[in-house]
C-alpha cells in the first residue's frame, strides 16, 4: 500500500512525509553540527520539539537525551524514539490485522463549535482502549504513552476544525464528516507501518531518552556535555494552540482517567498570551540578564508610533517580549546545571525584526551564557539571511522582511 | 416559451443569445453556440445519443447522460467554448427571475437586500387567485427560470401551490436557509424536480451564525436550533433524498479565510455547486455592509481573493465534480425581483438609498418587456447567469 497521510491535520501530513513542520530544524543546518561534536557519545536537546536532532543523530549512531513540554510534539517524539520502533512496528502490524469496528451511530457528519463533537469524543475512547489493549501486549511500562503517541496524529481527523492561513494557526470548530472512517484509519496504520519500516533500518543507534517536562524548572537526572538546540521564536506564534485539537484530546483522556498527566501547567515559551501579566501589572524586566533584551523591551516601550502602536505595545509586545526573554534565561539557567565542566554545544536561532528594530535573540542569549562563565560566540560560516519567514505579510519588504539565522557555539572548559 | 426536454434539461430560443439551456440537475445555465441548435435539440430530446461536442456532454449531460464524476465545471457557460462566443449579447428576456414570494423569513441576515420587503413592510400574498395571477405574469416575461426565494419560501403557505402551477414550464430553482426544511418540502421538491439552492457562509457555527442569526420570534416557535446546524442537516437530508443541491454562501471578512477549506469540505460531502455572492449594498443594509466587507481596499482584496486564488483552486481541483460560481453583484439592476404582492422590480444602479425600483410603473405588475430593457441591465443580466461577470 503506498504512504498516504492525507487524511490527517496539516502538521502531520508534513510531518510523516517529510520529517518536518513549522519552525522544525533544517537538516542541512544540523548534519554539520553533528559533526563537530562526532567525539560526544551524547547530544542533548533540551527543547527537542518534533525531535529531528533524535533522527539524524541514531542514523549517525550518536545516542540522544531529548526535552519536550508540548504533549503532542513530545508524543511525536516517543512515536519515532529508535528504541521504541521495532515494537511499535509489531503493534501497529496487529492493529492492522484486527481491524477495528467503529461505532455504528449513522451519522454522516457533525458541526460543532468546539473542538470535538461528542460522536467524536466516543470514538476517540473506543480507539485508545483497543490501541492499549494491543500496545500493552509489547510495552510493560509505558504502554500508555506509546498508545497515545499512535493515537494522536489521527485525531485530528475527528476534529472540527478549519486551518488558517499557515500551519501554525487553526480555528476552532467547523464540520467533521464520518464517511469512510474506517479506511482513513487502516490507511493510517498502514502507512505509519510503510514508514517504521522505511525509517528503522537506517537507526544505528537506538538508545534515546525523550522526556516530558519544562525546561525552566525539570530536573534532568543525569550530567549532559553535548548540545544542539533552538528556543522557539518570538514570532508570536501559539505551539500550544497550533495543536488545538491534539491537546483537547489528550485533556480529554486524562479527564476520563485513561492517562496519567501531560498538563502544561505553564504556558510555553513564546506564547502568545500575555493577558495574566498585563492584568497583575507584572514586570520584571528588571530580572531579565541580558542588557540586549532589557534594551529592547525599553525600546518597545518608549516606541514612538501611531497611538493604536503604543496601545498595542503597551498591552502585548511589551509583556510579550519580557516573558519571552525572562523564560528562555529561566529554561537555560536550569539547563545550565546539569552541563559538564567540559561541554559543547550549539543554538540555533533567528533575530526577526519588530517596531522597525531587530530583536535581539542571538545577542540576549550569547550574553546569558557569558554571564554563566561559558563561551558563547557566533559562528560566522552557519550564520545566514532567510527569506520571509513565517509571516502574513507578503507585501513587506526590506529590513522589516530581513530574518538572520545564527548559530551560536556554547563551551566550557 | 420555455421547454422541457426528454432529458430534463429546460431550454428556450432567444431572439438576442439564441439557445439557452438551464440543468435542473446542476442549477446551472449555459448559451448554446447557433451552429450546434439542431443536433443539440436532438440529443437533448434523445433522438439521438451523440451530442455536438463532448463538451456539451460534460456540462449538460450530467444528471441524465454521464455521472457526476465525468462533468466539467468550467466558466463562462457558454458552449461548446467561450472562444466560439466573440460577443455575448444581452438576453432578450430575462434568464431568470426571483420571486419573493414571501417577506417572512426565521433568520434576520446581517446583509440581506430585501429587508426593504420582509416582516410585513410588503402585503403577503392572502389568496390563490393573487398566486395565480403571479404566476401567470410572470410567465408572461418568457423566463427560463424562476427561483422561489422570500424571505423564507418554506414558510410560505403557497409554496406548493406555485411550483405545481410553474411546473414543467419553467425551471424552478428554490433558495432557502433550510431551517423550516420538513419532509413534506423533500418530497414536494422530488416529485416537482425543484433544484435547492442552501444558503450556509461557513462551516464553523459561530461564524455562520453571527452572519445569519435567527430572528427572536423564530426561536420561541422554533427552538434554539442554530441556522448552521440546521442548514447543515438539510444538506444531508437533500443530498440524502436525492435532490440536487447547491450551497450558496455571502462573501464577507468574516468568512472569507474559511472559504478554501469550507469548499474542501462541500466537495467530499458531494455538493455539485457553490455559489459565492458578494454582498449587495443596499438601503437596509448598508451600515452591517461597511462592517463586513470594509473599505474600498478591503474590498478589492476580497474580490481579488476569491477571483485569484479560489476560481484558480476549483480549475485545478474542483473541475470534474463542483461548479463555482461567482456573483460580484456590482450591476444591482442586474436582477428582476417580484415582490410579495407581485410587482416587478429591480435595485437601483445609481444609489443603495434609492431602494427597489419599480420596473414599469404603469403596470407594476405585468411589465412590458421595453421596460424591462429601460430599467434592467440585460447585459450584466445575461453576465451575471453565464458567469462571465
Known sequence: MKIDF??????????????????????????????????????????A?????????????????????????????????????????????????????????????AISNSWYSPESYEIIMDLYSNIYRTTSKYFTSNAEEISLAILIPFVGRLSCYVPGNIVANVKRGGICLFDSLPQDFQTYLCSLENRINIINPTFINKEHEFVFGDLRKTEIPRKLSAFITSPPYPNSRDYYKMFGPENDCILYLKEKGNIEDYTVEEQLISCVSVSKYVNKNIDYSSDIVSSSARDFIRYIKNYNGTRQAKYDNKVYYVPYYTSY???????????????????????????????????????????????????????????????HVGSINPRVKGFKAKHMEYTIKVSRR | MAIQTQSGIFIRTDPALGLIAYSPFSGLFYACAHKDEEQLLSWLNKQTSNPPSLLYKQVLGVGWAIDNKEAQYRTPHLLPEATNWPIVPPSYNPILINWLITGNCPLNCRYCYAQDLMYGKCKEPSTEEEIERIVHNILLVDPLVVVLTGGEPLVSPYLEQAIKLLHRKVGIIVDTSGYTLSEKHIQLFRDYGVFVRLSLDSEIPRINDFLRPILNISIKKHGSRSSSNSAVEALFNLIKNDIKVSIQSVATKKNQSDFEYFA???????????????????????????????????????????????????????????SVQVTNNQNPNAVVLVTPDGAFCTESNISADVGKVLIDEVYPTRPSIESIHNTVNMYAHTARYLNFE
Open chain 2, 264 to 322: 474542501n469540505t462541500l466537495y467530499k460531502i458531494g455538493v455539485s455547486g457553490w455559489r459565492i455572492l458578494l454582498i449587495t449594498k443596499t438601503r437596509d443594509n448598508k451600515l452591517q455592509f461597511d462592517k463586513l466587507v470594509g473599505d474600498k481596499i478591503s474590498q478589492r482584496r476580497l474580490n481579488d481573493y476569491i477571483y485569484k486564488n479560489l476560481l484558480s483552486k476549483q480549475q485545478k481541483f474542483w473541475t470534474n465534480k463542483m
Open chain 1, 49 to 109: 520539539g518534533f525531535g529531528s536532532l533524535m533522527i539524524w543523530c541514531a542514523q549517525r549512531g550518536i545516542s540522544t537525551y531529548n526535552i519536550e513540554y508540548n504533549p503532542p510534539t513530545y508524543l511525536w517524539g516517543i512515536l519515532n524514539n529508535p528504541t521504541f520502533s521495532d515494537s511499535i512496528s509489531l503493534v501497529v502490524n496487529e492493529l492492522i490485522s484486527n481491524k477495528f469496528k467503529f461505532p455504528s451511530n449513522n451519522k454522516r457528519f
Open chain 1, 325 to 387: 526573554f525572562f523564560h528562555i534565561e529561566q529554561a537555560y539557567r536550569n539547563f545550565s546545571k546539569y552541563l559538564t565542566d567540559r561541554c559543547d554545544g550549539f543554538i540555533i536561532l533567528t533575530n526577526n525584526t519588530a517596531r522597525n528594530k531587530t530583536i535581539p535573540v542571538a545577542e540576549s542569549i550569547m550574553e546569558f551564557f557569558q554571564s554563566l562563565d561559558f563561551n558563547a560566540e557566533i559562528v560566522d560560516k552557519y550564520t545566514r539571511e532567510l527569506s
Open chain 1, 6 to 47: 492525507s487524511m490527517l491535520r496539516e502538521p502531520y501530513q508534513a510531518l510523516f512525509t517529510s520529517g518536518r513542520t513549522y519552525a522544525a530544524f533544517d537538516k542541512d543546518s544540523i548534519i554539520p553540527l553533528i559533526d563537530e561534536l562526532k567525539e560526544y557519545e551524547l547530544i542533548a536537546d533540551p527543547m
